[in-house]
Each structure stands twice: as structure tokens, then as C-alpha cells.
């Protein structure tokens, strides 16, 4: 009997979440520390009283207060599980035979699976030597069968954002007929002002693709709400893959509960920035090149020691997410917690 499965899903690999284990201080999942924002577990019980019923199909409210908030025609959004499902409903939406998508690495661990399944193919631009995308060595990698080039921005391991400058020169450089994608999972703790919002700047452009999450500083993990913004044609497109009812009825009012409480966001933002600022500079004094960060996480580029480092933090307790061979990603938590990650870095370095 022929075996039905798709031979290239077993180079795959597998999506590595941060590890989890009871009692010990996580900073492995990027999270912010501080819980839900007010009103969203008196929402999601609310919710709870009608779990009998299926959930909004077309997510309207939700999508008409994104709508009014940016400023845009409702039918330019989408939304679904978490903006890592949509950068997989995008890819399916622009794959064809000989395909190619285009983005940095190492960045998104979620790109090279979502792009294996759609189909298409892979071209992988290694980051700089200060762990930032390569535009010029991206540009040149755009050719005839390439449908995106994707722009993780702050970049997901390493930290680093694109600037204006940089993204103003993809826009300028590609065909429009290729969709510029930026990723701005962590845009809320975006400080640098070279950086932009790319909704903002770019939203009129007919081949930007922006994805947002609800997962990071709003603090809906748990629940998976992220959205995207398009022209109307791909934000159809895209529509058209995702799985029917994808968010779900607490999910949705969850994130309506959130954004009623941006002020409050903000201000917890403010704490994970603040830390963040002082936790990069003080792992630079033990370990060269700890790039600039504007998300609530830092990398530490120890190359073979990054497991070493990981296994040596979870000795203590303390749980970060290692990628062997490259380095470590460490999340912003409570100070006390942040305290604890410098004392066992302190302690491996001069081991």
C-alpha cells in the first residue's frame, strides 16, 4: 500500500515552545509577568455562559473596534488564532508551484514550518553579524518566484527592529506584485522612534501585510487573537483559509476587555521596557555583543554554550529558551526574577 503523507513534512521541524515545569521562574515564552489586564476574566466568564453557542464567525466586533482604532476600512483585517496561524493562512493564500518566500535568520522559528506546509520554498537570509536582518542581502535575494519577503520586526529571537530607513528601502526595491510582511508581534514595546509603526507608515502601500498579536503586551496568551492588515483582495484571500469559528467567543471578548484597558498596557509596558534596558546592559558586561533590544526579550549570542546555559539556569530554577548553537533568548520578568537570571548568567560566565 503507497503511503498517503507528504514525504517533505518529515524535514520539518517541530515548533520548540519555552519549557514549562511548576514552581520554576519562566522566562522562556516571552509572556508578560503581570496577569490579565482588568476586566478580561470578568469577560471571559461572561463569555463562559454561552459556550453552548457557537462563536461570531466574522469576529465583527472585534474587528470593528480594530477598525475605527487604526483608522481603517474593517474588510482590510483579519483575524485568527494568534498572528503565527495567519502567517500560515498568508503563505497558503500566496503559494504556488515553485514559490519562494524570503526572510531572515535565524528569526521566526514559525516561518520555515508555515512555509513547508503551504508548499513553498524557503530562502533564508542570514542576520547580520550584530543579529539584526540584512536588507541589502534580502533585496538581492528577491527573484522571479519569490510571492513575500518577510520583515520580523523587533526581531524574534535576537531582539532588533527594522528602522524607517530600512523598511522605506524594501518598499522601494521590490515589485509590488511581492508582499512586503512585517511581523509586529512586540510593536507595543517598540521605544526607538527610528522604528516604525508600520500600519502607520505603511497601510496605503498595495503589497504591505502587517500582523499584530494579542498574545504579548496584552497579555492573552491563553487565548490566541491576532489579526493582520491588507488590502481588501489579500485580505480575502487569507479569509478564505482560515478555519471556520478560529476565534473564539472569550477569545474575543478577552481582547475587546483588553483594549479597554490600554492605559493600564501601557503603563505595564513602561515596567517591562524599564527592566529590559537595565537587564541588556548588564548582561553586555558578561557576554560580547548582546544586541539592542525593543521587545521584552534579549539575546544572549553564546553560540555552543547556549544549552549549556539554559541546563545551567535550569538547575536553578529558571527556565530560558536556548537555540543550540546560536544562543539564548531570555523574556523581561519581575525584577526579582530578572535578578535571579543575571546571578546565574554571572555565575556560568565565570565559572
Known sequence: MSDPLREDLASIPRYVPGKAIPDAVKLSSNEVPYGPLPGVVEAITDAAENVHRYPDLGVVRLRGVLAERLGLPVERIVTGTGSVALIGHLMQAIAKPGSEVVYSWRSFEAYPIAAT??????????????????????????????????????????????????????????????????????????????????????????????????????????????????????????SRCVIPFAVNAAAQRAALAALEAEGEMRRRVALVTSERKRMAMAARELVPDVPDTQANFFWLPLGERAVAFAAHCEQRSILVRPFAGDGVRVTVGLPEENDALLEALRAFVEA
Open 117 to 238: 506546509v503551504a508548499g513553498l520554498k524557503s530562502v533564508q537570509v542570514p542576520n547580520t553579524p550584530d543579529h539584526r536582518h540584512d536588507i541589502d542581502a534580502m533585496l538581492a535575494a528577491v527573484g522571479p518566484d519569490t510571492r513575500a519577503v518577510v520583515i520580523c520586526s523587533p526581531n524574534n529571537p535576537t531582539g532588533p527592529a527594522v528602522t524607517a530607513d530600512e523598511l522605506d528601502r524594501v518598499f522601494a526595491s521590490v515589485p509590488e506584485d511581492v508582499l512586503v510582511v512585517v511581523d509586529e508581534a512586540y510593536r507595543e514595546f517598540v521605544t526607538d522612534p527610528a522604528c516604525p509603526d508600520a500600519i502607520e507608515r505603511y497601510a496605503d502601500r498595495p503589497n504591505a501585510v502587517v500582523f499584530r498579536t494579542f498574545s504579548k503586551a496584552w497579555g492573552l496568551a491563553g487565548l490566541r487573537v491576532g489579526y493582520m492588515v491588507a488590502r481588501p483582495e489579500v485580505a480575502d484571500a487569507v
